[in-house]
C-alpha cells in the first residue's frame, strides 16, 4: 500500500472502513459537512469519555454536566455579543462573483500573518500586495464583515428569529444560577456539555478541521476572583511543564514555545489567573491520553488583537499534523465575569452569588432621616413620594446641602433643613454579592477525531494499523473461526455472544483467510483478536493475537472476557 501522507491514509482508511466521510455524497457533497460512520460514531464516543473523565469523572466535586437546546433566541446572541463581534472577514471577485476568507486568502498568497487585523487593513493589503482571485484571477473587492451564525425563525411569526449555537457557553452562563443552587451553592463550580454547534463558514477547507457543523465538549468555570480556590488543585499538578508560546514571546519574534513548570508559568504572570493553568495541564493530560507525545503539543497564547470579545486571556492548544502543520485542538479562555453581566444585563435578572464572610464586619455609614410631622404639614398628599425620594438620595450630597443651610429642591418642591436629618448607624455585613470570573476549556471533537486517527495509524508490513489506546478502539475484540468448521463456527460464536453479553464492542468474522480478517481487524483498531481452532475443541485454550506485536498467546476460553475487559478498563 502506497499513499502519499498521513492525511491521505486516514481520509482512505475513514473512508474505507466507516470512519468517516463528506456530507451528501450522492449529490456530489456539501463543504464544510462530514458525516460519520459505525466505526466513526463509536471513536467518537470514546474520545467524549475520555474527556469526560479527565474533566468531569475526576472532578465530580466541582463539575456538573447540563443539556441545552441548539436553537437560542435573538436576545441570547445580542447579549452575548455575537450579534455583532462573531465575524470572519469576507472579499468578493469582481469578475466571477466566488467569496473568500479574506485573511485566509492573503496568508495563503503572501505567507503574511493578518488574524487580527480591521477589514480596512486588510483591504489595503490586498490592494498592496495585489492579490488576486485565486480561480480566476479577478481583481477583489472591499474586504467585508460576514456573521457566522446560522438565522432561523422560532415558531410561525415572523420577527421571532433564532440562531443555531455556535458555541455550547450559553446554555452554561444562562443556567448558572440554577445550577449553583442544585450544586449546594458552592463555588468554584464548573457546568459542562457536550453538543453539536453551526458556525457558517466562508470557505471551509481540511477536510474534518473546519467544519460548519461539528460537535464540541465544553465547560464553563465559574470561581470567586478574590478566593478562587485554587490552592489544593494546582498544589497536585505545580510542577507539571507545559510548552507556552506567550503573546510577548511572539510579540518579541520568538517562534518555539519555553517549557515552563505551571508554578513557574502562574508567578511569572504568564498565566493570569491559576485556574486557566490548571486546566491547561488537564487538558495535556487528555491530549496524552489520546495518544499525542507532549512534544507534538503546546500552548499558544493569542495577541490582544487577536482574542475573542469576552477574552481576557486565551490560549490555543495546538497540535502538529503532517499535512496542515500545527493545528488548534483546544481553546483556554479567561472570560471574566463579561457573560454573567452581559445576561444580567438583558435579562434585568441578578446573576449574582453571595460570598459569606468568615466573620460578619461592622461599618459604620450615614443615613438620611426624614421628620415626617414636618413633611406631612408641609406638603401633604405629595410627602409619601417626597419621602421615597429624599431616601433614595445618596446621604452623603444630602448632608453638603444641609451643611450649607440650603432648601433640598425636588421636583420642583423645597424641603427646609429641619424636616431632614443625617445620623450615622452601625450595620453588620455577613457577605456581599459578586459576579464569578469563569475560564472556558473547549475542544472540537471532530478535529480530534482525526488527529488521533493519525497518529494512531501505522504502517506494517504493507498493512495498515490503527494503533490506539484499547480505550478508544471503536472495537475491543474481534473472534474468529480458524478455517470453515461448523465446530469451530459454533465455539466462537458462543464466545463472541459472551462478549456480547458482557456489553463489550466485539465482531464476529469468518470470512476469507485468517490474514485478510487480521488485516481488517487492524484497519478499525480492533486491539485483541480471538482465533477458534482445533486445540480449542480439544482443550478449552484459544489464542489472542495482540494488534500491535502480532504477538499470540494461547489462554483458556474460561474466563476470557474477564480478562479482555481488564486490558481496556481503568
Aim: proline share 5%; charged share 30%.
Amino acid at each position: 500500500m502506497s499513499l502519499s501522507s498521513a492525511a491521505d491514509k486516514v481520509f482512505e482508511v475513514g473512508k474505507r472502513r466507516g470512519f468517516f466521510w463528506q456530507s451528501y455524497e450522492i449529490y456530489g457533497g456539501l463543504s464544510g459537512m462530514y458525516d460519520l460512520g459505525p466505526y466513526g460514531m463509536m471513536l467518537k464516543e470514546n474520545i467524549i469519555n475520555e474527556w469526560k473523565h479527565h474533566f468531569i469523572r475526576k472532578h465530580q466535586e466541582i463539575m456538573a454536566e447540563i443539556e441545552t437546546p441548539i436553537i437560542g433566541p435573538e436576545v441570547v446572541y445580542a447579549a452575548s455579543g455575537h450579534l455583532e463581534s462573531f465575524t470572519d472577514p469576507i472579499v468578493t471577485c469582481q469578475r466571477c462573483g466566488r467569496k473568500f476568507r479574506a485573511d485566509q486568502l492573503i496568508e495563503e498568497a503572501t505567507g503574511i500573518k493578518v488574524e487580527g487585523k480591521s477589514n480596512e487593513e486588510l483591504t489595503e493589503i490586498i490592494r498592496k500586495k495585489n492579490v488576486r482571485c485565486p480561480v480566476c484571477g479577478g481583481e477583489l473587492g472591499e474586504v467585508k464583515a460576514f456573521n457566522l451564525l446560522f438565522k432561523t425563525q422560532i415558531g410561525p411569526y415572523e420577527g421571532s428569529n433564532g440562531y443555531l449555537r455556535p458555541e455550547l457557553a450559553q446554555g452554561m452562563f444562562l443556567n448558572f444560577k440554577r445550577v449553583y443552587g442544585v450544586m449546594r451553592e458552592k463555588l468554584p463550580l464548573g457546568i459542562a456539555q457536550v453538543g453539536r454547534v453551526g458556525r457558517n463558514e466562508i470557505s471551509p477547507r481540511q477536510g474534518m478541521l473546519r467544519l460548519r457543523e461539528f460537535t464540541i465538549m465544553e465547560f464553563e468555570f465559574f470561581f470567586d476572583p478574590e478566593k478562587p480556590g485554587h490552592e489544593e488543585y494546582v498544589e497536585r499538578v505545580k510542577n507539571r511543564v507545559l510548552r507556552i508560546l506567550s503573546s510577548d514571546d511572539r510579540i518579541a519574534g520568538r517562534k518555539e514555545p519555553r517549557t515552563l513548570t505551571l508554578s513557574e508559568a502562574i508567578e511569572g504572570g504568564i498565566i493570569k489567573t491559576p485556574w486557566l493553568g490548571y486546566w491547561m495541564v488537564i487538558s495535556q493530560e487528555f491530549l496524552k491520553s489520546l495518544g499525542v507525545p507532549e512534544e507534538n503539543m503546546y500552548f499558544e497564547e493569542k495577541l490582544p488583537e487577536e482574542r475573542a470579545h469576552y477574552s481576557r486571556q486565551t490560549f490555543d492548544q495546538l497540535v502538529k499534523t503532517e499535512r496542515w502543520g500545527w493545528v488548534e485542538v483546544s481553546g483556554h479562555a479567561y472570560r471574566g465575569d463579561y457573560d454573567l453581566s452581559r445576561h444580567a444585563l438583558y435579562s434585568k435578572q441578578d446573576l449574582a452569588v453571595f460570598r459569606q464572610f468568615e466573620t460578619a464586619i461592622v461599618k459604620r455609614r450615614k443615613k438620611v432621616k426624614v421628620n415626617r410631622a414636618v413633611l406631612g404639614k408641609l406638603f401633604r398628599e405629595r410627602a409619601t413620594d417626597l419621602e421615597r425620594t429624599i431616601y433614595s438620595m445618596d446621604p452623603e450630597k444630602v448632608e453638603a446641602i444641609l451643611k450649607e443651610g440650603l432648601a433640598l429642591e425636588i421636583g420642583g418642591e423645597k424641603i427646609p433643613p429641619e424636616a431632614i436629618s443625617i445620623e450615622e448607624v452601625e450595620e453588620k455585613e455577613s457577605g456581599k454579592r459578586i459576579i464569578p470570573h469563569v475560564v472556558e476549556p473547549s475542544f472540537g471533537v471532530e478535529r480530534l477525531l482525526y488527529v488521533v486517527m493519525e497518529y494512531g495509524l501505522k504502517e506494517k508490513e504493507d498493512r495498515l494499523i490503527l494503533s490506539i489506546s484499547p480505550r478508544l478502539s471503536p472495537i475491543k475484540v474481534a473472534v474468529f473461526p480458524l478455517v470453515e468448521d461448523d465446530k469451530l463456527k459454533s465455539l466462537a460464536r458462543k464466545i463472541y455472544e459472551d462478549f456480547k453479553q458482557r456489553g463489550i464492542p466485539a465482531v464476529y468474522d469468518e470470512d476469507g483467510s485468517i490474514g485478510r480478517r487480521y488485516a481488517r481487524a487492524d484497519e478499525i483498531g480492533v486491539p485483541f483478536a480471538i482465533t477458534v481452532d482445533f486445540q480449542s475443541i480439544e482443550d478449552g485454550t484459544v489464542t489472542v493475537r495482540d494488534r500491535d506485536t502480532w504477538k499470540q498467546e494461547r489462554v483458556p476460553s474460561s474466563g476470557l472476557t474477564d480478562s479482555i475487559a481488564q486490558r481496556f478498563m481503568r
